[in-house]
């Protein structure tokens, strides 16, 4: 899959594959917002129809702002909030959520 940008903030979207889902994700660089990652099951055309919800919702994203999104949100949907409040553990407890949900 190709990856996806998002221009403000400054994002990419991307797929992971774990062991039963897909896991889609859109992350921001440089910002303090959050990991979004939505899950899908393991099978194609599944992967195929979540990708057009996921780029639908992308365009709530891009015109209403976040915070519409957020406050109905669907219920294959995660946030992982970026907390770098101590720059020795920020990544650290961001990949330890991460693989929590994969």
Known sequence: MKIRFVLNPFSFVFLLSG???????????????????????????????????????????????RQAFLENSPENFTKIIHDYSDNKKGFILWKSALEEII
């Open 19 to 65: 062991e039963q889902h897909y896991f889609i994700v859109l992350e921001t660089l440089d910002t303090e917002e959050a990991t979004y990652i939505w899950h899908t099951p393991k099978n194609k055309a599944s992967l195929i129809e979540e990708v057009k919800q996921i780029d639908n919702q992308l365009g709530i994203i891009r015109e209403k702002g």
